[in-house]
């Protein structure tokens, strides 16, 4: 509701004059996203989140929940109590001996064995499958979904999709006269997909349970170059910052906009606001880095935390030993 002193028009206008568009009404239509006194432009709808506000924040939430999140690595559970170290050692043994398995029914129990520890490391499940199953299908449909047919996999066919007039020939393909989806192309769409399925969830399963400070500490054990670690952990502090800049900027200039300009004039502020951004970034890394050199720095990477194996530790590398193990000996008797 307008206040009263808005309501009323303007004390001062002469008597006899031509009365104006009343205050009341010219601000209710910007309100009612109205067209003004010959105005074509568009008000900004009111209460809505546009195209590029959604993205920011879409964008913005899923480095929150995703990345910047520590909630599950500080909980009780079988994979936060271990060493990290240890425990980044064990999932590469895992992901690699997944990387060999050729059989369906043992890529899938590996998988299976993933479920089982994100239930024992208090992460929920429907949370950990929405978090392996967002990237699963994206990446690996585009490429599994041509292999079902025998354009691409040739054996036997179990459902005829398209019929033609004859064979065709294009480059090194050969079309044949029937395409159909085989049971070959089937099941290496199966192993292909349990192959990722399974290293992926391995993989959450590590970055969710574990600290990220605690995770660059452990990398250092696979002698991974230092330079590459600080940057990571570089990239870890200020990604969050650099994501709250863009959605400043862009709050700051829907808070000053009253009607959209022409489409030429808000992809020049884009790009002229992507070359500020990249120019803040590069004056921040700067800044940061004579910080760090005026404090002492250098080029070695000093941690507070120190990483001692117990027995506990010992005990889960001997488990994945025989489980891998396990799963190699397995895979080789279904398929010989």
């Known amino acids: 509701m307008l206040p009263d002193w808005i309501k009323q028009n303007n004390p001062s206008e002469p008597s006899g004059a031509k009365p104006q568009q009343p205050t009341q009404e010219l601000l209710q239509g910007i309100v009612n996203n109205t067209s003004l006194a010959g105005c074509k432009c568009k008000v900004p709808p009111v209460g809505r989140k546009g195209f590029v506000q959604r993205t920011i924040d879409g964008t913005a939430g899923f480095f929150r929940e995703t990345i910047l999140t520590e909630t599950f690595a500080g909980r009780k559970g079988l994979l936060q109590a271990l060493d990290p170290r240890v425990k980044l050692v064990t999932i590469l043994l895992i992901i690699g001996s997944i990387s060999v398995l050729r059989s369906p029914v043992t890529i899938w129990g590996v998988y299976g064995f993933s479920l089982l520890l994100s239930l024992t490391s208090m992460i929920p499940l429907i949370y950990f499958l929405k978090r392996v199953w967002l990237f699963v299908p994206l990446f690996s449909a585009i490429i599994v979904i041509p292999a079902v047919f025998n354009v691409i996999t040739p054996g036997e066919p179990v459902w005829t999709i398209l019929t033609l007039t004859g064979s065709h020939g294009l480059g090194p393909y050969h079309i044949p006269s029937t395409i159909a989806v085989t049971r070959q192309g089937v099941l290496t769409a199966i192993i292909f997909l349990g192959r990722v399925a399974a290293s992926v969830s391995f993989a959450v399963l590590m970055t969710l349970t574990t600290r990220w400070n605690n995770l660059l500490q452990a ?118």
Not at 240 to 251: S, T
Not at 299 to 309: H, K, M, P
Not at 319 to 333: E, G, K, P, R
Request: charged letters at 20%; glycine letters at 6%.
């Open 219 to 336: 990398l250092k054990t696979l002698r991974i170059p230092s330079i590459f670690v600080l940057i990571l952990g570089m990239a870890y502090r200020y990604v969050a910052l650099l994501v709250q800049a863009v959605q400043d900027m862009h709050i700051a200039r829907k808070s000053r906009t009253l009607h959209y300009g022409p489409t030429g004039d808000e992809q020049r502020w884009v790009a002229s606001r992507i070359g500020y951004l990249f120019k803040k970034t590069y004056v921040m890394s700067q800044d940061v880095h004579n910080a760090m050199l005026s404090r002492g720095f250098s080029g070695e990477i000093r941690t507070l935390t120190v990483f001692r194996a117990k027995k506990y530790d010992y005990a889960w590398g001997l488990f994945v030993m025989v489980i891998c193990a396990v799963a190699l000996y397995s895979d080789h008797i279904m398929l010989s």
